[in-house]
């Protein structure tokens, strides 16, 4: 019997596990080092400059469709954990944004002035509540 899969865990029908989370967005995907599907899924170019543990490699960034096409060589899907399902199934959404609906446009008068105040001081002006003493002032 095989240990209970981790939370981020993927276990596919050849066995093999993997690790997928995701980090600002981006999914992250940790695999064991010396798997011939990495290389032939492309996983491989999303590898981390530099890696945690010997024997187990991190890959950031990695695009769904690349996790998908590591899952098929081993065979296919078999279990994940609930983070690894979550993980998946936000990346795999669309990310076109919902369409805004319909503004009015704005009637006369309008709501801003025709032309915008200055923002910055005029040449030749000294602002003194931004200036900082010299440090060799005393």
Do not use: N
């Not at 009637?107 to 025709?114: G, L, S």
């Amino acid at each position: 019997m095989s240990p209970p899969l981790k939370p981020s865990a993927v276990l596919c029908k050849d066995s093999h596990r993997f690790a997928v989370e995701t980090s600002c967005g981006a999914l992250v995907v940790t695999a064991p080092a010396g798997d011939p599907a990495l290389e032939q899924t492309g996983l491989s170019r999303y590898a981390d400059a530099t890696q945690a543990r010997p024997g187990v490699l991190r890959h950031t960034g990695v695009p769904v469709e690349v996790v998908r096409e590591l899952i098929r060589l081993h065979g296919g899907f078999a279990e994940a954990g609930p983070d690894a399902l979550a993980a998946l199934k936000d990346a795999g959404r669309p990310s076109v944004p919902e369409a805004a609906p319909a503004v009015e446009e704005a009637a006369d008068p309008r709501p801003f002035p025709e032309k915008p105040e200055p923002r910055w001081p005029k040449p030749g002006w000294v602002v003194t509540s931004c200036r900082l003493p010299h440090p060799y002032q005393h």
